[in-house]
């Protein structure tokens, strides 16, 4: 949270941009690089401090957006990490094909002095350790991509987990509801039989009375009025 929150979103993304389009720019002076190997190693230096920098930028951007309050506004700024990380693996391919169009041409030119009768020689040992450093950088550079898409993958599985554990409590919480509901529809069932029941005892207890009064009226009348 430290790092993320000195650098606020908006002044990320601008900074996101602007290594982009320096890297953009670099990787074009490589191209356009008439040697020799050491000005391209020297630009190849400048890219991959740039690249070291957006890589920063792009994970402070990335926690902050992991730490935001709203769901919408995280699932926003992880969709637009998501964007830079694949324009910095586009900027990376262009840095690598800039780099072998640079020494073609480069290789090209040796070939034509060598041809002039210059030092073969050495020039070709130059141009071979030229060769390794950049591919040693390169391959540096690299490796530190497939990390921070390690680091992605791995986080993506946690976010899985976590979607699988809550789809299994919804499912739980489902079947507990349902056995619930059983229990009501019963009780209801039963509260209704109870009812009925209360209902019946209560007319025979009146059909009852009526008989003992009507019983009782009967023999008062036959002791008081016989001759009736």
Known sequence: ???????????????????????????????DCPGPLSALTELNAAVKEKFRQLRGRIQELEQMAR????????????????????????NQAAWRKANLACKIAIDNAEKDQLLQGRDSLRQRKTTKESLAESASNITESLMGISRMMSQQVQQSEETVQTLANSSRTILEANEEFKSMSGTIQLGRKLITKYNRRELTDKLLIFLALALFLATVLYILKKRLFPFL
């Open 1 to 31: 949270m430290a790092a993320a929150a000195c650098v606020p979103v908006r002044v990320c993304h601008q900074e996101i941009v602007k290594f982009d389009l320096e890297i953009k720019a670099a990787v074009q002076d490589i191209r």
């Open 67 to 90: 730490e935001q309050d709203k769901e919408s506004e995280k699932q926003a700024l992880l969709q637009e990490v998501e964007n830079h990380k694949k324009q910095m693996l586009s």
